[in-house]
């Protein structure tokens, strides 16, 4: 089970799982256009994401998941390991 996280939302969690299931490299553009959100707002939380490590930024607008990122997906990592750096 994954841990609950407090900052974390639910297109967090969906920004993941898109880039595990799709095994991509993609922009917070391509994200928003497949889970439904826009791209400003996918933008935004893959900065968060990248800033605990669960993604990492490939180049000035793209991402992949981590391996840390799929530890998370698969409930491997604890809430503790998961504290913004802001």
């Known amino acids: ?4 996280v407090d900052w974390m939302t639910q297109a967090d969690e969906r920004i993941l799982e898109f ?4 095994d991509i490299v993609a922009s917070p553009s391509v994200i928003a256009a497949n889970i439904d959100y ?4 996918i933008s935004r939380r893959c900065r968060k ?3 605990v ?4 930024r490939i180049d000035a607008s793209n991402y992949r998941i981590t391996e840390f990122g799929e530890k998370f997906l698969a409930g491997e990592v604890d809430s503790k390991d998961l504290t913004l750096k802001e």
């Open 19 to 22: 880039l595990f299931e799709k």
């Open 38 to 41: 826009t791209g400003e707002y």
């Open 1 to 4: 089970m994954r841990p609950r």
């Open 53 to 56: 490590g669960l993604i990492q």
């Open 49 to 51: 994401l990248a800033s």
